[in-house]
């Protein structure tokens, strides 16, 4: 089971630039909105991108997707950790949870 991580590290980690932050939604869903700097990469799209968007399998990585019913943040967490990704977390309660709590959010 992939480690959690709770907003405000997660907010910690972004402001300092120490973290990878993966959208699992992707596709329209990144263009609406996504944490600041997240990159896309949806469940379907793992093997075929993670060693190009990801080539540090020691830097720390964190998936989130849309609220704690979405299966997809620990879908390629699950994976990413199966390639050989040591340090993957997951925000569990999503991009709903950073956005009612009032944090900015990007668009593409």
Excluded: F
């Amino acid at each position: 089971m992939t480690a959690l991580i709770t907003r405000g590290d997660l907010q910690d980690a972004i402001a300092a630039g120490h973290v990878t932050v993966l959208d699992a939604l992707g596709g329209e869903y990144y263009a609406q909105q996504h944490l600041p700097g997240a990159l896309p990469l949806a469940p379907g799209d793992v093997d075929a991108q993670a060693a190009a968007l990801l080539p540090d399998r020691g830097a720390a990585i964190v998936t989130y997707c849309s609220n704690t019913a979405c299966p997809n943040s620990g879908q390629v967490a699950d994976r990413l950790t199966a390639l050989g990704y040591t340090d993957v977390r997951k925000y569990r309660e999503g991009i709903q949870d950073w956005v009612e709590a009032g944090l900015p959010v990007e668009t593409a």
